[in-house]
């Protein structure tokens, strides 16, 4: 048995509930419903059909002159009061046993709660056009037995009243179809939940649902009126008050049955496109988590079914590019979105802030390594926070450091004065929130490479070049301070005046690695 919770869940702004049901109803629930709902239909498009052959015989059909009227009358009534009964009983029945037994009905799966097969799913999509099947035959029998039981009377009496009786046989065709394709939306909902089937072959799609809207509602009327008028060129005369009569009987029957079935077939078309729009507007909004139900057996079930796949692959690419964004850092993440991706770099001007851990060695021996972990993660959870506020991003961490650039690859007014604050800023709230671990902060400026590295196929964004190295040597010396930062002079310089006033310069010193002495620079509060 399939588990509910694992069964999609649907946007139900544009669904009715009376229609579609819930989708978290028990198969036996949509089982029995959807069986009164299709009973009901094919009982309504039978009674249509009566209703049109009745308007046709009584005000519709001019009728030749036979000797005694009564007994043709009688005879037809009693005929197709019977009949009816019998093709209500036998619609009903037929159309049951389509519907839901076999190998591939709809009861099993429904009953069980699981996913319906790819033969089962198909017979859900071609249903309505194999219960007006039904009905087409049920209808055309009729039309034959009406026809032979009226020509021992008249041969044009026989004639007409087949054709009346073929005409209300279209209609219920064309009605089973509509109402029946509404009926079944509850358990078109179920199936096509799990995915469509690529096979459509025989599965009527829009262009069939106003087919046969017209012919309901225009077809026939016009089709009636093409009859009369070939009645009149036969010897049947027709004096001006049964042709008006007709012809007001044909245009009454042609206005109100097309206008309800044009309402008919436009609610079963816009309803799904109603579920879409609404679901482009939530879309519009942000929300990526809508997903439409999709129960429309035409083209507009593809539609809603491409819009779920289509928000599929939204959130996908939201989630990646989150995830992205978390990897690079969301200014990056947005460079390499928007631009077109290239190996190289170019020269810009930026500040590096490095960050690095003392005696990260000892704490790893003494602590259990979760607790390293967990320790480190409230670190760098203080030392991105920091970063973010001052406009930078954190281009890697290494372990127990950290490099932090300002200026690239997004432009930023001030990046020195932007660094070295968050440095003082950083190196505050490391001592009140991580007061157990220690970390030396050095800040340097210049030109440097920055841009894509590696190969074609892996590579990550960075900068290379000698402010990068400065920054690192200062570290260590920041380590030995307190507090424990360290900046190269050149960073104030390029600082705005706010800032570089913060800070004071010291001694020149000889970094490891660098051709020329580095004139360093604290806080002011260190003095």
């Not at 009584?58 to 005879?75: H, N």
């Not at 099993?108 to 007006?132: G, K, N, Q, S, Y």
């Not at 179809?177 to 096509?192: D, G, H, N």
């Not at 104030?492 to 913060?502: C, F, K, L, S, Y």
Request: glycine share 10%; charged share 25%; hydrophobic share 50%.
């Amino acid at each position: 048995m399939r588990d509910p919770a694992l069964r999609p869940r649907f946007e139900q702004l544009a669904d009715h509930p009376w229609l579609v049901g819930h989708p978290r109803l028990r198969g036996r629930t949509v089982l029995r419903r959807v069986r009164w709902m299709t009973i009901a239909a094919i009982v309504t498009a039978n009674l249509v059909g009566a209703v049109v052959v009745a308007a046709f015989a009584v005000w519709g059909l001019p009728k030749p002159e036979i000797g005694d009227r009564t007994e043709p009358v009688v005879v037809n009534i009693a005929a197709a009061g019977a009949y009816l009964l019998v093709a209500l009983v036998v619609g009903v029945a037929w159309g049951h046993r389509l519907l839901e037994r076999g190998d591939d009905g709809i009861r099993d799966w429904l009953v069980a709660d699981r996913d319906p097969t790819p033969a089962e799913r198909r017979l859900v999509l071609r249903a309505p056009l194999r219960l007006m099947t039904v009905e087409a035959v049920l209808w055309g029998s009729a039309t034959v037995l009406f026809t032979l039981l009226n020509l021992r009377y008249d041969g044009l009496l026989g004639l007409g009243v087949g054709l009346t009786v073929a005409l209300g046989g279209m209609t219920t065709s064309a009605a089973a179809y509509l109402l029946c394709e509404l009926a079944l939306r509850p358990v078109a909902s179920r199936a096509l939940a799990h995915g469509l089937d690529g096979d459509r072959r025989r599965v009527p799609g829009v262009g069939t649902r106003w087919l046969l809207a017209w012919a309901l509602g225009t077809g026939v009327p016009v089709l009636g009126i093409v009859l009369v008028a070939i009645v009149a060129l036969t010897p049947v005369e027709i004096d001006e008050t049964t042709l008006a009569v007709t012809m007001l009987a044909l245009g009454g029957i042609g206005l109100v049955f097309g206008a309800a079935v044009a309402l008919l077939a436009a609610f079963a078309t816009t309803h799904p496109i109603q579920s879409i729009r609404h679901g482009l507007a939530r879309v519009r909004r942000g929300e990526l988590d809508v997903e439409l139900g999709v129960w429309d057996t035409t083209q507009m079930g593809l539609l809603q079914a491409g819009f779920n796949d289509m928000v599929a692959g939204l959130r996908e690419r939201e989630r990646i590019r989150d995830l992205f964004g978390r990897q690079v850092g969301e200014e990056v993440a947005e460079h390499a979105l928007s631009d077109e991706i290239r190996l190289g770099g170019e020269l810009r001007d930026v500040t590096v802030m490095f960050v690095d851990i003392t005696g990260s060695t000892t704490l790893a021996a003494e602590r259990d390594a979760e607790d390293v972990v967990a320790l480190l993660n409230r670190f760098f959870a203080v030392v991105v926070e920091v970063v973010e506020e001052a406009g930078g991003w954190i281009n890697k961490f290494e372990g127990d450091a950290a490099l932090a650039i300002f200026g690239a690859p997004i432009a930023l007014d001030d990046a020195a004065g932007c660094a070295l604050r968050a440095a003082r800023r950083l190196d505050e709230r490391l001592r009140d929130e991580v007061p157990e671990i220690e970390a030396g902060i050095g800040v340097a400026s210049g030109e440097v490479v920055a841009g894509n590295i590696g190969a074609e196929h892996r590579f990550e964004y960075t900068v290379i070049g000698d402010p990068v190295n400065e920054a690192a040597r200062l570290t260590d010396l920041a380590k030995e301070r307190t507090p424990r930062v360290l900046a190269s002079a050149a960073a104030v310089d390029a600082a705005g005046e706010d800032e570089a006033g913060r800070w004071q310069r010291g001694d020149e010193v000889m970094l490891r690695g660098r051709p020329r002495p580095t004139r360093t620079a604290s806080p002011r509060a260190a003095a």
